[in-house]
Every structure is written in structure tokens, then in C-alpha cells.
């Protein structure tokens, strides 16, 4: 069974650039999130959808943050325009529909190393 | 506001040592403590799970003891070897999302 994918592994833009990375999750798992880790610091959430809608979008930083999970398969995060600070591992989760149990394991994806320059 | 507290930062244990790192919450609402192991240039993987019903759980060399009163949870890993060298990451689960700690940096040296 493939594992969770995302694409690029490495990105370097230069300020005010748009970057858009993707995430294809588990096949099968509903629930799908977005986490990212600033050197040093601890992996953050960012948000969380389950199919197609987003259930909780508390961690994104800003409105420079979109997004999107057509169809509740493949998700993008998309940042316009990217700023310094969003440099960081930006990884993709992904967990079957718990049963009785609020949280599962969630299966990580390798992450999308961004450079902000 | 760190609602997950994890140390050490690094540590480095002998080949055949017994390396311990720790984690405090905060929150009560939390009823999932997982912890992770990430290699350079991969994911963070899941190496063992407690839910807070239980004060110890292992599996193999790894064991996670939790101590719901203090609040704290710790993974020990027994006969530690050079293939362990990883980061280790705890974590703590409430509806649907896990709040990291930082990190721990384990060198196992041979």
C-alpha cells in the first residue's frame, strides 16, 4: 500500500512568489491535515479535512493560506505571496475515519521542504 | 503558548544504554499520546501509542509510561542501538489534531 506522497520535496522561491504544494493522501483515508515544522520548533497544525470539507482550519497562520481538497483525494496548500517566515517542513497526514475513538494514527507523508529567499 | 513540553532537546546514549526522553502536557482533554520517529529526510512514523486507561505500554524495546495525575508520559527505549539514532517527537492528541512537543535528538553511539 502506497504511503502518503507529496510533491515537490524541495521548494526556493524569493519573496512575494507563489508556491503550491500537494499532498495525496492514503487511499481511503477521509482525514486528511496539514502540519508544518519551523527549524528548531515544534511540528505544527495547520488544518484538518475530513472528504472534502475543511473541519478545522485554526492553525493556518494568515489568509496568505489556501487550502483545498478537490474531491476529498488529493489536497494543495497554497501560500500567496510567500513571505520569509513561511519557511519550513511542511508535512501531510492522513488517518482512516476514527471508530468511537476521537483521534487515530496518523500516517505522515515525507514533507515539502520550502525555502522563502 | 507550548502545550507540550519535551525533553531533553538531544541526547547521546552507548550502544546497549537505555535512552528516556519526557513529555508534560497541559491540557486534559487530551486522550492520545503518540509518539514519533523521524530520519533525516523522512516523515515522522508512528512508534507506539497510549491512550490515558493505561500507565504503561510496550512493545519490543520501546515502552511509553504515563502518569496521568502529573500529566507527563516518557518513552524508554531499552538496549538502545545505533539504528535508533532519529528525532523523536511526543505528542498529544485531542479531537482530531496532535500538538507536537519539539523534538528530542537521539544519537545512539556504537
Known amino acids: 500500500e502506497a504511503g502518503v506522497t507529496q510533491f515537490p520535496s524541495h521548494s526556493v522561491i524569493e519573496k512575494g512568489q507563489t508556491v503550491t504544494l500537494r499532498c495525496d493522501p492514503i487511499?481511503?483515508?477521509?482525514?486528511l491535515y496539514w502540519y508544518r515544522r519551523v527549524m528548531g520548533k515544534e511540528i505544527k497544525f495547520l488544518l484538518h479535512?475530513?472528504?472534502?470539507?475543511?473541519?478545522?482550519e485554526s492553525g493556518m497562520p494568515n489568509n496568505r493560506f489556501l487550502a483545498e481538497r478537490t474531491g476529498g483525494t488529493y489536497s494543495t496548500l497554497k501560500v500567496q505571496p510567500a513571505e520569509l517566515e513561511d519557511s519550513g517542513v511542511y508535512f501531510c497526514?492522513?488517518?482512516?475515519?476514527?471508530?468511537?475513538?476521537?483521534?487515530?494514527?496518523?500516517?505522515f507523508g515525507p514533507g515539502t521542504r520550502l525555502t522563502v529567499l | 503558548q507550548q502545550q507540550v513540553k519535551q525533553s531533553p532537546q538531544s541526547l547521546i546514549v552507548q550502544k546497549g544504554g537505555i535512552s528516556i526522553i519526557n513529555c508534560a502536557y497541559e491540557?486534559?482533554?487530551?486522550?492520545?499520546f503518540p509518539w514519533y520517529q523521524q530520519f533525516p529526510g523522512k516523515g515522522p512514523a508512528l512508534l507506539i501509542a497510549?491512550?490515558?486507561?493505561?500507565s504503561e505500554k510496550k512493545e519490543g524495546r520501546f515502552t511509553i509510561s504515563f502518569n496521568k495525575s502529573a500529566k507527563q508520559f516518557s518513552l524508554h527505549i531499552m538496549d538502545s542501538q545505533p539504528g535508533d539514532s532519529a528525532t523523536y517527537f511526543c505528542?498529544?492528541?485531542?479531537?482530531?489534531?496532535?500538538?507536537f512537543g519539539k523534538g528530542t535528538m537521539l544519537l545512539v553511539s556504537p
Open positions: 505528542a498529544a492528541g485531542g479531537y482530531s489534531t496532535l500538538t
Open positions: 479535512f475530513v472528504k472534502e470539507s475543511k473541519q478545522d
Open positions: 491540557n486534559t482533554a487530551f486522550d492520545y
Open positions: 497510549i491512550r490515558p486507561d493505561v
Open positions: 497526514a492522513s488517518s482512516p475515519l476514527a471508530r468511537g475513538r476521537r483521534t487515530d494514527t496518523q500516517y
Open positions: 487511499s481511503g483515508h477521509d482525514n
